[in-house]
């Protein structure tokens, strides 16, 4: 049933590398890698990476947790004494986002804020909250280099006023900095970071072969090796031009015989589940910018309803019209504050 409500939620999000990144990066099982490789070196010297679990995000609706964020872990301090907890907010971007720190401190607070009421002793001044650490992962095509800082969205701040307001880093994983004859990790987590890199630059085509091959060099029992391997044959035919012949080349290279035939099966099936149909591959392109941009107002409008049970056509009309995601982003922590339809539709104007 878990599983099923977990496919169910990964299911809704309409950006194929946002999926991708909570079913794999972000997920317990390849984030400890993904993040010892990719990440700060800060990261594996006072954090247990190898425990990373879920977070429960029961403070947020399904709608209002993908507006946020893409997945959030858990984890301790390497400190025996203390055993302080560690919440990771991760989020992928597949181009630049100005407010993706405010996008991410909105989830931050609301995480907080939630574990504090649920402590049984808010009031008592014991409680101790979990360590915040953001993790921005970034596979566009577009430029994003430097640091994250959240001060950076305040140009014009005074320097005498800069004590009071806050201050935090993110880390920033920028894929485009890595060189596919000098992948980090494990086999899995460089078949892992390859396709999202060659899903962007166009050459995912031509080396799904290779891809695939990593996952079956890597140490992994095989009945995760064929998960791993239908969830990126999902993604290559969600985010490259390809016919369905080319990806029963690409799979012919791994699987021979019956277990090609066996391979081949299973990837239908997960198809249908995702929605596409195998025999009609050659025609299957997400436009990425059009995808997001309705993948946020589905989810605004869904979370509008469920908070108001009713939207005026006036505000669907002028969402849909909406054509800059960073905009779209921007109005997730109004759309949870908002306290009237009216409201809402001022903040539009």
């Known amino acids: 049933m878990e599983q099923r409500d977990n496919d169910k939620q990964i299911s809704r999000i309409t950006n194929p590398h946002d999926r991708f990144c909570r079913r794999t990066v972000f997920h317990p099982l390849y984030a400890p890698d993904f993040l010892k490789s990719c990440g700060e070196p800060v990261l594996s010297k006072y954090m ?3 425990h990373l679990q879920e977070a429960p995000t029961t403070h947020l609706s399904d709608e209002l947790g993908e507006m946020l964020m893409d997945a959030s872990l858990t984890t301790r301090l390497v400190d025996t004494n203390s055993m302080t907890e560690v919440l990771f907010l991760l989020e992928h971007k597949s181009r630049p986002s100005r407010t993706v720190a405010l996008q991410l401190l909105a989830e931050a607070v609301m995480s907080l804020r939630s574990r504090w009421l649920l402590s049984n002793r808010p009031e008592s001044g014991n409680f101790v909250p979990p ?5 921005v992962v970034y596979n566009g095509s577009e ?4 640091e994250i800082w959240f001060q950076d969205l305040f140009p014009n701040l005074p320097e005498e006023l800069r004590e009071f307001v806050p201050q935090f880093r ?9 060189q596919y004859g000098q992948l980090p990790g494990k086999p899995e987590t460089q078949a892992l970071v390859e396709s999202l890199m060659r899903a962007t630059d166009g050459t995912f085509i031509d080396h799904l ?9 890597s140490d992994l029992n095989e009945p995760l090796q064929w998960s791993l391997i239908k969830t990126i044959s999902v993604y290559y035919s969600l985010t490259a031009k ?9 799979i012919s290279t791994v699987f021979k015989g019956q277990e090609y035939i066996k391979m081949i099966e299973e990837i239908k099936d997960s198809y249908i589940l995702e929605g596409i149909e195998i025999g009609e591959a050659k025609g299957i392109e997400i436009g990425e910018a059009r995808g997001e941009l309705k993948g946020k107002v589905e989810a605004i409008l869904t979370f509008l309803r469920a908070k108001f049970q009713y939207v005026p056509d006036e505000i669907v009309t002028e969402l849909n019209k909406r054509t800059d995601v960073t905009a779209l982003e921007s109005l997730v922590v109004f759309t949870a504050q908002c306290k009237t339809l009216d409201e809402f539709a001022n903040a539009l104007k």
């Open 170 to 178: 993110i880390i920033f994983i920028n894929l485009r900095r890595f």
């Open 143 to 146: 430029d994003w280099d430097g």
């Open 209 to 217: 072969s290779s891809v695939l091959n990593r996952v079956i060099e």
């Open 242 to 250: 390809a016919t369905s012949e080319q990806l029963a080349q690409a």
């Open 131 to 135: 360590i915040p650490i953001m993790v």
């Open 48 to 50: 247990d990476l190898d």
